[in-house]
């Protein structure tokens, strides 16, 4: 079965610096897609990034890059020059085929603390 | 454009009652998935509807259920609560069927919490 392994369970930075958010993740299949969800305190998950198992390219977007790579199965998040409103938890999640869909499987989560 | 809209927000019940969460997803959204989050075990998938039938199920017991309606709101119902029950409950819209071609957008969530 598919797993995410978030290593992270929490992080701790003063404002500015850069941090980065580890995803290992296992699955058999040789389609799949990734995803990064944040969930700041209000609960709701915010949807950052979705990218399928074939396009390797790295992304950036503002001051958060992502990093894929197949070799290693990892999918990390970085954030540079972080900012106190970062604060939140970030979550790693895999797509799982179930009956002709598909469910996301996340990760535990890596709980991020942007210090002024 | 509304976001996916949880009611209620809060809910707190006793042990062996039954409970009714509901999810009005994004206007046009066809799709509506269920999640439970906990600290325990993090973010489980429970059930996806589609067009007002479940496509996906998770490994949750029967006393979890859910359905969809016409207009795409869904509803899922957690019958004979147990302490275990209480949690997070994160309803996500999608404009499809699956992942694949589609983002999942999640609501605020119902916090419930069985004493």
């Known amino acids: 079965a598919q797993k995410v392994t978030q290593a992270q369970t929490e992080i701790s930075v003063v404002e500015k610096e850069d941090v980065t958010l580890d995803c290992v993740y296992e699955?058999?299949?040789?389609?799949?897609?990734l995803f990064w969800y944040k969930q700041p305190p209000s609960g709701e998950l915010v949807f950052l990034i979705r990218r399928n198992s074939f396009d390797e390219q790295n992304e950036i977007s503002g001051r958060y890059s992502w990093n894929f790579q197949k070799s290693t199965s990892s999918f990390n998040f970085t954030i540079t020059a972080s900012q106190v409103v970062d604060s939140a938890v970030y979550f790693c999640a895999l797509s799982e085929p179930q009956g002709g869909s598909e469910k996301l499987v996340f990760g535990k989560g890596t709980k991020l603390t942007v210090n002024p | 454009k509304a976001g996916v809209t949880q009611t209620p927000r809060y809910l707190i019940k006793t042990r062996g009652q039954q409970v009714t969460l509901s999810c009005s997803p994004i206007?046009?959204?066809?799709?509506v998935s269920w999640y439970q989050q906990t600290p325990g075990q993090g973010l489980q998938f429970l059930f996806e509807?589609?067009?007002?039938?479940?496509?996906n199920k998770g490994n949750f017991p029967g006393r979890f259920s859910g359905r969809q309606f016409s207009n795409s709101r869904s509803e899922m119902n957690v019958s004979t609560l147990e302490l275990g029950d209480s949690a997070l409950y994160l309803c996500?819209?999608?404009?499809?069927?699956?992942?694949?071609?589609?983002?999942?957008?999640f609501g605020q969530g119902t916090r419930l919490t069985v004493v």
């Open positions: 509807y589609f067009s007002e039938t479940q496509r």
């Open positions: 699955t058999r299949d040789t389609t799949y897609y």
């Open positions: 206007s046009g959204h066809r799709s």
């Open positions: 996500a819209s999608s404009l499809g069927w699956g992942l694949r071609n589609t983002e999942a957008f």
